[in-house]
Protein backbone atom coordinates (compact mmCIF):
# COMPACT_ATOMS: atom_id res chain seq x y z
CA UNK A 1 0.00 0.00 0.00
CA UNK A 2 2.54 2.53 0.74
CA UNK A 3 4.64 1.61 -2.21
CA UNK A 4 1.15 2.43 -4.53
CA UNK A 5 1.11 5.70 -2.69
CA UNK A 6 4.16 6.51 -2.97
CA UNK A 7 4.31 5.78 -6.79
CA UNK A 8 0.81 7.84 -7.43
CA UNK A 9 3.06 11.22 -5.62
CA UNK A 10 5.86 10.51 -7.84
CA UNK A 11 3.55 10.46 -10.79
CA UNK A 12 0.82 12.83 -10.01
CA UNK A 13 2.82 15.46 -7.48
CA UNK A 14 0.18 14.90 -4.78
CA UNK A 15 -1.06 12.09 -2.45
CA UNK A 16 -3.69 9.80 -3.49
CA UNK A 17 -6.90 10.44 -1.43
CA UNK A 18 -7.53 6.38 -1.15
CA UNK A 19 -7.00 2.90 -2.21
CA UNK A 20 -8.63 0.29 -2.11
CA UNK A 21 -7.71 -3.65 -3.48
CA UNK A 22 -9.76 -5.99 -5.69
CA UNK A 23 -8.69 -9.80 -5.78
CA UNK A 24 -7.86 -11.87 -9.06
CA UNK A 25 -9.59 -15.32 -8.97
CA UNK A 26 -9.75 -18.70 -9.73
CA UNK A 27 -13.22 -20.33 -10.75
CA UNK A 28 -12.78 -24.27 -8.81
CA UNK A 29 -15.28 -25.65 -10.87
CA UNK A 30 -18.35 -23.86 -13.23
CA UNK A 31 -16.79 -22.69 -16.41
CA UNK A 32 -19.25 -20.43 -19.26
CA UNK A 33 -21.97 -21.44 -16.88
CA UNK A 34 -22.67 -17.75 -15.25
CA UNK A 35 -24.26 -16.23 -18.80
CA UNK A 36 -26.73 -18.90 -18.60
CA UNK A 37 -27.96 -18.21 -15.59
CA UNK A 38 -26.07 -21.42 -13.80
CA UNK A 39 -23.78 -22.14 -10.71
CA UNK A 40 -20.12 -21.11 -10.14
CA UNK A 41 -17.69 -21.85 -7.19
CA UNK A 42 -15.15 -19.64 -7.58
CA UNK A 43 -12.76 -18.03 -4.95
CA UNK A 44 -10.42 -14.93 -4.58
CA UNK A 45 -6.74 -15.41 -4.94
CA UNK A 46 -3.89 -13.61 -2.43
CA UNK A 47 -3.17 -11.78 -6.09
CA UNK A 48 -4.47 -8.57 -6.58
CA UNK A 49 -4.46 -5.48 -7.73
CA UNK A 50 -4.28 -2.33 -5.90
CA UNK A 51 -5.73 1.21 -7.35
CA UNK A 52 -4.62 4.67 -5.66
CA UNK A 53 -7.08 7.60 -6.71
CA UNK A 54 -7.67 11.01 -6.55
CA UNK A 55 -9.98 13.70 -7.55
CA UNK A 56 -9.57 16.14 -9.95
CA UNK A 57 -11.75 19.75 -9.94
CA UNK A 58 -11.41 20.04 -13.98
CA UNK A 59 -12.67 17.09 -15.48
CA UNK A 60 -9.90 15.44 -16.52
CA UNK A 61 -8.47 11.67 -16.39
CA UNK A 62 -5.27 10.65 -16.01
CA UNK A 63 -4.47 6.80 -15.83
CA UNK A 64 -0.87 4.84 -14.85
CA UNK A 65 -0.25 1.85 -14.37
CA UNK A 66 3.19 0.31 -12.88
CA UNK A 67 3.11 -2.70 -15.41
CA UNK A 68 2.33 -0.47 -18.18
CA UNK A 69 4.61 2.35 -20.11
CA UNK A 70 3.04 6.05 -20.22
CA UNK A 71 0.31 7.74 -19.17
CA UNK A 72 -3.44 7.99 -20.44
CA UNK A 73 -5.06 11.26 -20.58
CA UNK A 74 -9.12 12.36 -21.56
CA UNK A 75 -11.64 14.44 -20.43
CA UNK A 76 -14.36 12.95 -18.62
CA UNK A 77 -16.24 13.46 -22.22
CA UNK A 78 -14.47 11.40 -24.41
CA UNK A 79 -14.54 7.97 -22.54
CA UNK A 80 -17.53 6.84 -24.80
CA UNK A 81 -17.71 2.81 -26.33
CA UNK A 82 -14.85 2.74 -28.69
CA UNK A 83 -12.74 5.43 -28.02
CA UNK A 84 -10.01 3.96 -25.20
CA UNK A 85 -8.50 0.90 -26.05
CA UNK A 86 -5.59 -1.42 -23.98
CA UNK A 87 -5.50 -1.79 -20.00
CA UNK A 88 -6.36 2.13 -19.84
CA UNK A 89 -10.19 0.73 -21.28
CA UNK A 90 -11.48 -0.70 -18.12
CA UNK A 91 -10.76 2.19 -15.98
CA UNK A 92 -12.59 4.98 -18.43
CA UNK A 93 -14.74 2.34 -18.70
CA UNK A 94 -15.74 2.31 -15.28
CA UNK A 95 -16.04 5.79 -15.01
CA UNK A 96 -18.57 5.93 -18.12
CA UNK A 97 -20.89 3.64 -16.61
CA UNK A 98 -20.84 5.36 -13.41
CA UNK A 99 -21.64 8.58 -14.97
CA UNK A 100 -24.42 6.79 -17.39
CA UNK A 101 -25.92 5.47 -14.21
CA UNK A 102 -26.24 9.04 -12.84
CA UNK A 103 -23.56 9.36 -10.30
CA UNK A 104 -22.08 12.23 -10.04
CA UNK A 105 -18.55 11.28 -10.94
CA UNK A 106 -16.14 13.49 -12.05
CA UNK A 107 -12.30 14.17 -12.87
CA UNK A 108 -10.12 11.62 -11.69
CA UNK A 109 -6.23 10.91 -11.14
CA UNK A 110 -5.54 6.89 -10.51
CA UNK A 111 -2.40 4.95 -10.40
CA UNK A 112 -2.35 0.91 -10.56
CA UNK A 113 -0.03 -1.87 -9.40
CA UNK A 114 -0.97 -5.10 -9.73
CA UNK A 115 0.65 -8.48 -8.97
CA UNK A 116 -2.60 -10.70 -10.63
CA UNK A 117 -0.68 -11.85 -14.50
CA UNK A 118 -2.44 -10.02 -17.26
CA UNK A 119 -3.62 -13.00 -20.18
CA UNK A 120 -3.31 -15.84 -17.63
CA UNK A 121 -7.48 -16.18 -16.90
CA UNK A 122 -7.18 -14.96 -13.33
CA UNK A 123 -9.78 -11.70 -13.94
CA UNK A 124 -7.27 -9.13 -13.67
CA UNK A 125 -9.90 -7.46 -15.93
CA UNK A 126 -12.87 -7.62 -13.20
CA UNK A 127 -9.94 -6.73 -10.52
CA UNK A 128 -9.41 -3.68 -12.06
CA UNK A 129 -12.66 -2.51 -12.87
CA UNK A 130 -14.18 -3.40 -9.34
CA UNK A 131 -11.23 -1.62 -8.03
CA UNK A 132 -12.01 1.64 -10.26
CA UNK A 133 -15.69 1.82 -9.77
CA UNK A 134 -15.49 1.83 -5.58
CA UNK A 135 -12.58 4.21 -5.80
CA UNK A 136 -14.43 6.53 -7.77
CA UNK A 137 -17.81 6.08 -6.82
CA UNK A 138 -16.61 6.43 -3.16
CA UNK A 139 -14.48 9.44 -3.67
CA UNK A 140 -17.37 11.28 -5.23
CA UNK A 141 -19.95 10.55 -2.03
CA UNK A 142 -21.48 6.87 -3.13
CA UNK A 143 -20.62 3.57 -1.29
CA UNK A 144 -21.86 1.11 -3.51
CA UNK A 145 -23.44 -1.99 -2.33
CA UNK A 146 -21.03 -4.73 -3.33
CA UNK A 147 -24.06 -5.99 -5.49
CA UNK A 148 -24.20 -2.84 -7.70
CA UNK A 149 -20.50 -2.80 -8.10
CA UNK A 150 -20.42 -6.32 -9.67
CA UNK A 151 -23.54 -4.86 -12.28
CA UNK A 152 -21.81 -1.55 -13.01
CA UNK A 153 -18.21 -3.71 -13.53
CA UNK A 154 -20.02 -6.28 -15.96
CA UNK A 155 -21.30 -3.29 -17.83
CA UNK A 156 -17.85 -1.83 -18.48
CA UNK A 157 -17.03 -5.36 -19.96
CA UNK A 158 -20.23 -5.75 -21.75
CA UNK A 159 -20.72 -2.38 -23.36
CA UNK A 160 -17.73 -0.31 -22.91
CA UNK A 161 -15.11 -3.09 -23.73
CA UNK A 162 -17.41 -5.32 -25.69
CA UNK A 163 -16.90 -8.95 -23.82
CA UNK A 164 -19.88 -10.34 -23.46
CA UNK A 165 -18.91 -12.22 -19.85
CA UNK A 166 -21.21 -12.71 -17.23
CA UNK A 167 -20.52 -12.10 -13.23
CA UNK A 168 -18.32 -14.81 -12.17
CA UNK A 169 -15.23 -13.15 -12.28
CA UNK A 170 -16.52 -9.16 -10.64
CA UNK A 171 -18.71 -11.60 -7.67
CA UNK A 172 -15.47 -13.70 -6.82
CA UNK A 173 -13.60 -10.41 -6.94
CA UNK A 174 -16.34 -8.69 -4.72
CA UNK A 175 -17.48 -11.41 -2.10
CA UNK A 176 -15.02 -14.28 -1.71
CA UNK A 177 -13.68 -14.18 2.44
CA UNK A 178 -10.60 -16.21 3.24
CA UNK A 179 -10.76 -20.08 3.43
CA UNK A 180 -14.31 -20.21 1.84
CA UNK A 181 -15.32 -20.76 -2.05
CA UNK A 182 -18.21 -18.48 -3.28
CA UNK A 183 -20.98 -20.99 -4.10
CA UNK A 184 -23.05 -18.83 -6.33
CA UNK A 185 -26.51 -18.81 -8.13
CA UNK A 186 -25.87 -16.16 -10.94
CA UNK A 187 -29.72 -16.03 -11.59
CA UNK A 188 -30.92 -14.99 -8.51
CA UNK A 189 -27.73 -13.72 -6.94
CA UNK A 190 -27.79 -15.84 -3.98
CA UNK A 191 -24.31 -16.99 -2.24
CA UNK A 192 -22.84 -18.98 0.14
CA UNK A 193 -19.52 -19.24 1.62
CA UNK A 194 -18.97 -22.66 0.85
CA UNK A 195 -15.59 -23.87 3.31
CA UNK A 196 -12.22 -24.75 1.14
CA UNK A 197 -9.26 -25.35 3.16
CA UNK A 198 -7.21 -28.09 0.85
CA UNK A 199 -4.05 -27.80 3.51
CA UNK A 200 -6.33 -28.92 6.09
CA UNK A 201 -6.90 -32.44 4.18
CA UNK A 202 -3.22 -32.93 3.40
CA UNK A 203 -3.66 -31.75 -0.35
CA UNK A 204 -2.46 -28.49 -2.25
CA UNK A 205 -4.52 -26.81 -5.04
CA UNK A 206 -1.72 -25.70 -7.73
CA UNK A 207 -2.42 -22.94 -10.69
CA UNK A 208 -0.34 -23.59 -13.94
CA UNK A 209 0.12 -20.76 -15.52
CA UNK A 210 0.64 -22.12 -19.19
CA UNK A 211 1.93 -19.18 -20.38
CA UNK A 212 -0.49 -19.46 -23.51
CA UNK A 213 -2.53 -16.29 -23.09
CA UNK A 214 -6.24 -16.21 -23.82
CA UNK A 215 -7.77 -13.32 -26.22
CA UNK A 216 -11.40 -13.66 -25.16
CA UNK A 217 -12.52 -10.32 -26.76
CA UNK A 218 -11.23 -12.00 -30.41
CA UNK A 219 -14.72 -13.37 -31.17
CA UNK A 220 -14.43 -16.90 -29.34
CA UNK A 221 -15.69 -16.46 -26.45
CA UNK A 222 -19.05 -14.20 -27.99
CA UNK A 223 -19.50 -17.13 -30.22
CA UNK A 224 -20.47 -19.48 -27.37
CA UNK A 225 -22.09 -17.02 -25.75
CA UNK A 226 -24.49 -16.63 -28.91
CA UNK A 227 -24.42 -20.40 -29.48
CA UNK A 228 -26.21 -21.04 -25.86
CA UNK A 229 -28.38 -18.13 -26.45
CA UNK A 230 -29.70 -19.72 -29.54
CA UNK A 231 -29.77 -22.96 -28.05
CA UNK A 232 -32.15 -22.22 -25.20
CA UNK A 233 -34.34 -19.95 -27.90
CA UNK A 234 -35.13 -23.57 -29.74
CA UNK A 235 -35.49 -25.26 -26.64
CA UNK A 236 -37.76 -22.98 -25.47
CA UNK A 237 -36.15 -21.80 -22.46
CA UNK A 238 -35.19 -18.97 -20.77
CA UNK A 239 -31.52 -20.26 -20.41
CA UNK A 240 -30.01 -23.22 -19.96
CA UNK A 241 -29.81 -23.55 -16.57
CA UNK A 242 -33.36 -24.54 -17.22
CA UNK A 243 -32.98 -27.59 -19.19
CA UNK A 244 -33.84 -30.81 -16.74
CA UNK A 245 -34.22 -33.22 -19.51
CA UNK A 246 -30.51 -33.49 -21.22
CA UNK A 247 -31.71 -36.47 -23.36
CA UNK A 248 -34.47 -34.80 -24.62
CA UNK A 249 -32.94 -31.60 -24.99
CA UNK A 250 -29.77 -32.90 -26.95
CA UNK A 251 -32.46 -34.90 -29.18
CA UNK A 252 -34.53 -31.84 -30.15
CA UNK A 253 -31.73 -29.73 -31.14
CA UNK A 254 -30.93 -29.11 -35.22
CA UNK A 255 -26.63 -29.44 -35.06
CA UNK A 256 -24.12 -31.29 -33.43
CA UNK A 257 -22.26 -27.92 -32.58
CA UNK A 258 -25.28 -26.74 -30.70
CA UNK A 259 -25.81 -30.54 -28.44
CA UNK A 260 -22.13 -30.47 -27.60
CA UNK A 261 -22.39 -26.96 -26.05
CA UNK A 262 -25.80 -27.01 -24.32
CA UNK A 263 -24.50 -30.85 -23.27
CA UNK A 264 -21.24 -29.06 -21.62
CA UNK A 265 -23.61 -26.30 -19.98
CA UNK A 266 -25.91 -28.41 -18.23
CA UNK A 267 -23.39 -31.13 -17.13
CA UNK A 268 -21.45 -28.45 -15.66
CA UNK A 269 -23.95 -27.35 -13.76
CA UNK A 270 -24.59 -30.66 -12.14
CA UNK A 271 -20.67 -30.67 -11.52
CA UNK A 272 -21.15 -27.68 -10.04
CA UNK A 273 -23.73 -28.88 -7.20
CA UNK A 274 -21.80 -32.13 -6.48
CA UNK A 275 -18.85 -30.01 -5.54
CA UNK A 276 -20.88 -27.95 -3.45
CA UNK A 277 -22.14 -31.04 -1.90
CA UNK A 278 -18.89 -32.93 -1.06
CA UNK A 279 -17.59 -29.89 0.21
CA UNK A 280 -20.09 -29.51 2.63
CA UNK A 281 -19.07 -32.78 3.92
CA UNK A 282 -15.13 -32.46 4.37
CA UNK A 283 -14.90 -34.84 1.30
CA UNK A 284 -12.46 -32.62 -0.47
CA UNK A 285 -10.10 -35.35 -2.33
CA UNK A 286 -13.63 -36.32 -4.40
CA UNK A 287 -13.66 -33.32 -5.73
CA UNK A 288 -11.05 -34.18 -7.64
CA UNK A 289 -12.75 -36.57 -9.92
CA UNK A 290 -15.07 -33.78 -10.88
CA UNK A 291 -12.18 -31.53 -12.00
CA UNK A 292 -10.98 -33.70 -14.80
CA UNK A 293 -14.65 -34.28 -15.97
CA UNK A 294 -15.20 -30.18 -16.38
CA UNK A 295 -11.80 -30.39 -18.02
CA UNK A 296 -12.92 -33.21 -20.85
CA UNK A 297 -15.93 -31.03 -20.78
CA UNK A 298 -14.47 -27.88 -21.78
CA UNK A 299 -12.09 -29.00 -24.20
CA UNK A 300 -14.12 -32.06 -26.43
CA UNK A 301 -17.89 -30.40 -26.32
CA UNK A 302 -16.88 -27.02 -25.33
CA UNK A 303 -14.12 -26.79 -27.44
CA UNK A 304 -11.57 -23.73 -25.22
CA UNK A 305 -8.32 -25.63 -24.78
CA UNK A 306 -5.33 -25.07 -26.56
CA UNK A 307 -2.56 -27.72 -26.47
CA UNK A 308 -0.39 -26.01 -23.69
CA UNK A 309 -3.58 -26.63 -21.45
CA UNK A 310 -4.25 -30.34 -22.56
CA UNK A 311 -0.38 -31.21 -21.93
CA UNK A 312 -0.20 -29.46 -18.43
CA UNK A 313 -3.22 -31.10 -17.51
CA UNK A 314 -2.36 -34.64 -18.54
CA UNK A 315 0.77 -34.35 -17.22
CA UNK A 316 -0.52 -33.76 -13.85
CA UNK A 317 -3.02 -36.06 -14.00
CA UNK A 318 -0.25 -38.75 -15.07
CA UNK A 319 2.18 -37.39 -12.17
CA UNK A 320 -0.93 -38.78 -9.64
CA UNK A 321 -2.89 -35.76 -9.27
CA UNK A 322 -6.10 -36.18 -8.40
CA UNK A 323 -7.86 -34.02 -10.54
CA UNK A 324 -7.14 -31.07 -13.46
CA UNK A 325 -9.26 -28.63 -15.48
CA UNK A 326 -8.69 -25.43 -17.14
CA UNK A 327 -9.92 -22.63 -15.28
CA UNK A 328 -11.24 -19.32 -16.82
CA UNK A 329 -12.77 -18.73 -20.39
CA UNK A 330 -10.24 -20.50 -22.14
CA UNK A 331 -8.24 -20.39 -25.51
CA UNK A 332 -5.17 -20.41 -23.00
CA UNK A 333 -4.87 -19.07 -19.30
CA UNK A 334 -4.46 -21.28 -16.33
CA UNK A 335 -4.68 -24.74 -14.81
CA UNK A 336 -6.01 -25.95 -11.77
CA UNK A 337 -4.54 -29.33 -10.32
CA UNK A 338 -5.74 -30.87 -7.14
CA UNK A 339 -2.81 -32.64 -5.56
CA UNK A 340 -1.98 -34.68 -2.45
CA UNK A 341 0.91 -32.24 -0.70
CA UNK A 342 3.23 -35.15 -0.83
CA UNK A 343 3.13 -34.81 -4.53
CA UNK A 344 3.59 -31.30 -5.46
CA UNK A 345 7.04 -31.82 -6.22
CA UNK A 346 6.69 -34.57 -8.65
CA UNK A 347 3.75 -33.52 -10.56
CA UNK A 348 5.72 -30.03 -10.78
CA UNK A 349 8.22 -31.54 -11.81
CA UNK A 350 6.22 -33.81 -14.26
CA UNK A 351 3.91 -30.72 -16.17
CA UNK A 352 7.56 -28.92 -16.63
CA UNK A 353 9.05 -32.15 -18.48
CA UNK A 354 6.32 -32.24 -20.45
CA UNK A 355 6.59 -28.98 -21.41
CA UNK A 356 10.03 -28.98 -22.40
CA UNK A 357 9.52 -32.35 -24.52
CA UNK A 358 6.87 -29.96 -26.39
CA UNK A 359 8.56 -26.86 -27.10
CA UNK A 360 6.70 -24.43 -24.74
CA UNK A 361 7.77 -22.14 -22.48
CA UNK A 362 7.88 -23.15 -19.40
CA UNK A 363 4.83 -22.58 -17.20
CA UNK A 364 4.54 -20.76 -13.62
CA UNK A 365 3.26 -22.98 -10.70
CA UNK A 366 2.27 -21.21 -7.67
CA UNK A 367 -0.42 -22.57 -4.71
CA UNK A 368 -3.93 -20.87 -4.95
CA UNK A 369 -5.66 -20.09 -1.25
CA UNK A 370 -8.45 -18.47 -0.80
CA UNK A 371 -8.32 -14.94 0.19
CA UNK A 372 -10.77 -11.75 0.98
CA UNK A 373 -12.49 -9.93 -1.73
CA UNK A 374 -12.12 -6.20 -2.73
CA UNK A 375 -12.34 -3.71 0.07
CA UNK A 376 -10.64 -0.11 0.73
CA UNK A 377 -7.55 -0.39 2.74
CA UNK A 378 -6.67 3.20 2.91
Known amino acids: MSDVSSAFRAAFGHGPEGVWTAPGRINLIGEHTDYNDGFVLPFALPLALTAAASRRPDGAVRFR ?3 AAGEFGASLSELVPGAVEGWAAYPAGALWVLRDGGYPVGGLDLLVDSTVP ?6 SSAALTCAVVMAAAS ?3 TELAPDRVIRLAQRVENDFVGMPCGILDQSASMLSTEGHALFMDTRT ?8 APDAHGLSLLVVDTRAPHRLVEGHYADRHRACKEAARSLGVAALRDVTDLPGALSA ?5 SRRRVRHVVT ?6 DAVALLRSGDVRAVGPLLTASHASLRDDYEVTVPEVDTAVDAALAAG ?3 ARITGGGF ?16 VKTVREAYRERGFAEPAVFEAVPSAGARRVA
Not at 335 to 343: C, E, F, M, Y
Open 139 to 141: LHG
Open 65 to 67: SRQ
Open 253 to 257: LPDDL
Open 321 to 323: ALG
Open 118 to 123: TGAGLS
Open 332 to 347: GGCVIVLVGADAVRTC
Open 268 to 273: ENARVL
Open 189 to 196: METEQVPF
